[in-house]
């Protein structure tokens, strides 16, 4: 996809600042521009080339009905990542990677449905029933998987792709991330190793203009994403509609395609409601035509 950042977008964001030399990871070589007083300079030719690349694949993955858990727990990519994932309804981790988050999905899946039955106690007014220490001790749980699956808690299953910010700091998220075979986009500096990732996207990821530039552009490819995903499934039920409308009418022997509440059947041929197409305007039932037995008389 074209992105609509430009190369002097991410200079005006200062992505180009990397670490100090002395610093330096020689895996991001690659990515290299120039060292300079001291301080690594990045190619942004380099950066804007594989943001463009990251960016094709998040939108390629979401329109396939895929998601994508953004990762970014440390000070300056709190708040950057929350809204990014809140805005489009996707996954997060900004307060604590809990580990095993991935590799050990099945357990944590089963805690977080012992949150959500916590949560249902204290809504419906079930839980001030009990002994007010049990209660308690309950809260006390409550607000520790708060902390740990907040903005993973409808995840449902592992996700299609991650996006993390500060790979040395994630270190565990993208750890996991490889072993369970999940792509991982990144934000990658100069300190960092980036073939540690399939995507990386080398740049500060210490500024937070650097951090939100780069969000931004994944958070619009994402939502590219969406819309696609929108309008292949008002394709597809389109699609069905009109396969099921011809099957219809050839089996009623008509030669046109029309309404199927308006058909009349001839004996022998009986029709049963499926339910509705979603996103076809204006709503339809679907039929599915069967040949029946003609009773002899």
């Known amino acids: 996809m074209s992105i609509s950042v430009t190369v002097k977008d991410l200079l005006d964001a200062g992505v180009h600042f990397g670490h100090q030399t002395k610093r330096w990871n020689p895996r991001s070589k690659p990515y290299i521009f120039d060292h300079r007083q001291g301080i690594t300079i990045i190619d942004l030719g380099k950066t804007h080339a594989a943001l463009e690349k990251a960016c094709a694949f998040v939108e390629e993955t979401v329109g396939n009905g895929g998601n994508l858990l953004f990762v970014g727990t440390k000070r300056q990519a709190k708040e950057i990542i929350r809204e990014a994932a809140t805005s489009t309804n996707m996954p997060y981790c900004v307060d604590r990677w809990l580990g095993g988050t991935l590799t050990n999905y099945g357990t944590v899946k089963r805690s977080i449905a ?109 939502q590219s994403g969406l819309s696609q995903r929108d309008s292949r499934r008002t394709a597809r039920a389109q699609a069905d509609y009109k396969a099921v409308t011809a099957a219809a009418a050839a089996a009623a022997g008509i030669d046109e395609e029309i309404d199927l509440s308006k058909v009349e059947l001839p004996a022998g041929v009986a029709a049963v409601v499926e339910g509705e197409t979603e996103g076809v305007a204006p709503k339809k039932k679907l039929v599915r035509v069967k040949k029946a037995p003609v009773k002899a008389e």
């Not at 204290?122 to 903005?151: D, V, W, Y």
């Open 114 to 222: 012992k949150y959500k039955k916590y949560q249902a106690m204290e809504t419906s007014g079930e839980m001030a029933k009990l002994p007010s220490k049990e209660e308690a001790a309950i809260k006390r749980e409550m607000t520790r998987m708060q902390r740990n699956f907040n903005g993973i808690a409808d995840m449902g299953d592992l996700p299609s792709a991650m996006f993390i910010v500060d790979i040395n700091h994630e270190e565990i998220a993208v750890a996991e991330g490889n072993r369970c075979i999940i792509p991982t986009i990144g934000l990658a500096d100069t300190n960092s190793d980036p073939s540690l990732l399939t995507y990386p996207i080398p740049g500060n990821d210490d500024a937070v203009k650097s951090i939100r530039i780069i969000v931004e552009a994944i958070v619009a490819a994402v």
